[in-house]
């Protein structure tokens, strides 16, 4: 069993170097292409490309995935309303009420003037 792991392991290494490797590669052969014609500025070394990755990676975040926004993937959302149905359907209608009471008390009351919290509320 420690065998399978072990070569679990190694294969993610080795797929993670390659795919590192490409897109280092990548941005490299593209920086070199387009911006020393366009700005005149000098061409990247491999491990310059490299770094440079992983510099937009650290700035931008490591989120992952083309074109995800903070709301995640659709299919994922149905989890949470999944768990909020099962979760109301266990409920009497006064627990329901109450439930509802404290949401527009503490989310939904944005209209009126914010009260400022006392060592009760805390």
Not at 66 to 87: I, L, Q, V
Not at 92 to 101: G, I, Q, S, V
Not at 104 to 114: A, G, L, V, Y
Request: net charge positive.
């Amino acid at each position: 069993m420690k065998i399978f792991w072990i070569k679990k392991i190694l294969k993610g290494i080795i797929f993670f170097l390659v795919f590192a490797s490409f897109f280092s590669y990548l941005v490299m052969w593209l920086w070199n292409m387009i911006i020393p014609a366009v700005t005149g500025w000098t061409t990247l070394t491999f491990w310059q490309a490299a770094g440079l990755l992983l510099l937009s990676k650290i700035l931008v975040g490591f989120r992952g995935g083309w074109g995800r926004h903070w709301g995640g993937h659709p299919r994922y959302n149905y989890f949470w309303k999944n768990k909020w149905d099962e979760k109301l359907s266990h409920m009497t209608a006064e627990e329901r009420e109450e439930m509802k009471k404290q949401w527009s008390k503490n989310f939904c009351d944005w209209q009126s003037e914010p009260t400022k919290p006392t060592t009760e509320n805390r």
